[in-house]
């Protein structure tokens, strides 16, 4: 059936409500979705369950608004719909979302969170579950997940004294660009599980608070919508998952760099997703297990939760002889997100690239991946002995992300050697917890806590903050006796193993 004007009527389109014809509605335009079922990377039994129905608000929160024109071909976009004719979807309130709901009115009020770790406490009990379990799973036994904080406990501060701290100044720049503060928001997908406006929260708080967004490819907002929410020349980056079409990478990459981004950070530690089996226990309620063991057939493993069903398209075959294709295509600085090792980060350097983020994706990937703080220490040491380079290195910049919850986290990896520091989850939570007054009270507790400790620490400007103010003898050392972090250990949801399901009494 030819793509058309028709405007169909609400009757019309809920005939087609079966596996052998399936119409969904989208956005008010009418699309036959029946061929692409069992391509579906999150399954079909969550497009069949709205067949002949106004699927938008299962769609919206994990889907950039244009995926269904993408993937669809022309001729199933059948045309329009009377809205005013669709029947609506009957959405039952559960007892858990009235619950939640109960949770969501009894949140403090925002001035009495003092720290990124009450996002976190506050989203914990007031995100849906499933968006929850997203946003906090990690690989396996997440003992990445946890070093990446615990690394910074093995940090320890040489402040100096007597110096003017009246002003000072934490400002910095990445990539030639400037920062208000030496960190990014750096890129996590699926934004609008946590809040409808999704990553628009962080564009908006980037511009009002001066600090650099790096946009995720696996947004759920467009790439256009974001980039036309910034303000007339707010920095903005660019996250990047190599597909296995080039085609599509190079018109990815090329149309970035039309709209004006300014640094492309190319994933380079997802060759296949780690498993994150919080998140693979919620399978987002996609299949029946017998739908599951289909789709292993050749198709997308649909048991492993979000993160695998909206990533299949990553190549794992990319690799470093790329690297000259990617200079080929673009002129934009390029950085290799993910490095977790020395030699790595000096086949970057010598390959001429403009940096390397040192991250293993937020403990989502490895499990016993080391930290990027460790492998910080790790890289500034063998390139100053092995190219003469010494860091911050406007040339080669090295950036680090995971595990950071203070101002003092990022001072720590800019003392060594690191330009800037990547924070993620963090303001994730802030805009799940408090929409977007909760992103812009976390940039401004960032902003006072840069401001306190840069005087407790005796830096005038991030210059000043320098090796030789920490100690980090005991970075490499993963059995150190430090006091607990008992605000990050108890925002910590402990992993559960499987368990018997609810047995009803006969009785």
């Not at 996002?119 to 990446?148: C, G, H, L, Q, V």
């Not at 809040?195 to 790439?223: W, Y």
């Not at 297990?289 to 993160?307: I, L």
Request: charged share 25%; net charge negative.
């Amino acid at each position: 059936m030819a793509s058309s004007g028709k405007t169909y009527s609400g009757k019309e389109v809920a005939v087609h409500n079966s596996r052998e014809s399936c119409w969904i509605i989208v956005h008010g335009k009418v699309y036959d979705v029946t061929d692409f079922l069992d391509d579906h990377p999150g399954g079909s039994k969550i497009i069949l369950k709205y067949a002949g129905k106004d699927a938008t608000a299962e769609y919206d929160p994990i889907h950039p608004p244009d995926a269904i024109t993408t993937n669809l071909k022309p001729e199933k976009h059948l045309g329009s719909v009377d809205l005013t004719t669709v029947e609506k979807v009957e959405v039952k309130i559960t007892d858990e979302e009235l619950a939640r709901q109960e949770r969501i009115a009894a949140r403090p009020p925002l001035s009495e969170i003092l720290n990124l770790h009450d996002f976190e406490a506050i989203a914990k009990y007031t995100m849906p579950e499933k968006a929850w379990a997203y946003y906090s799973s990690a690989a396996d036994d997440e003992i990445t997940n946890r070093e990446n904080h615990a690394a910074f406990h093995r940090i320890w501060f040489r402040p100096r004294i007597l110096k003017d701290v009246t002003k000072v100044n934490w400002s910095t720049t990445i990539l030639g660009q400037k920062s208000s503060m030496p960190l990014y928001i750096t890129a996590t997908a699926l934004g609008k599980l946590g809040h409808p406006d999704g990553e628009l929260n962080l564009t908006r708080a980037a511009a009002k608070h001066g600090v650099i967004q790096m946009i995720p490819t696996l947004a759920s907002c467009s790439f256009d919508e974001i980039m036309d929410a910034a303000a007339p020349g707010q920095v903005q980056f660019f996250q990047l998952y190599v597909n296995k079409d080039r085609e599509i990478t190079k018109r990815i990459v090329q149309h970035a760099e039309q709209r004006g981004i300014k640094g492309l950070f190319v994933t380079v530690d997802a060759p296949q997703l780690g498993r994150r089996e919080k998140d693979m226990r919620q399978k987002f309620e996609a299949e029946d297990p017998s739908e599951v063991s289909k789709a292993g057939q050749g198709g997308v493993d649909r048991s492993q939760g979000a993160a695998r069903a909206i990533s299949s398209f990553i190549d794992p075959g990319l690799n470093w002889s790329d690297m000259a294709w990617f200079k080929s295509i673009t002129k934009m600085p390029l950085i290799l997100k993910g490095v977790q090792c020395w030699e790595d980060a000096l086949e970057a350097y010598d390959l001429g690239l403009s940096g390397v983020v040192l991250s293993n994706h937020g403990g989502r990937q490895l499990d016993f991946a080391r930290s990027g703080l460790e492998v910080l220490v790790e890289v500034t040491t063998k390139l100053k002995e092995k190219r003469g380079l010494s860091f911050p290195n406007e040339k080669f910049q090295l950036f680090i992300d995971g595990g950071v919850r203070r101002a003092t986290d990022v001072m720590k990896a800019v003392a060594l050697g690191a330009t800037a520091v990547g924070v993620g989850r963090p303001f994730l939570y802030a805009y799940s917890a408090y929409g977007p007054e909760g992103i812009d009270q976390a940039l401004q507790i960032l902003h006072d806590e840069f401001e306190m400790n840069m005087r407790l620490l005796g830096a005038r400007n991030i210059k000043e903050v320098v090796p030789e103010m920490v100690d980090a003898s005991n970075i490499h050392l993963h059995i150190v006796s430090v006091p607990s972090d008992n605000l990050y250990e108890s925002n910590y949801e402990r992993l559960q193993g499987a368990r018997l399901r609810e047995i009803k009494n006969k009785l």
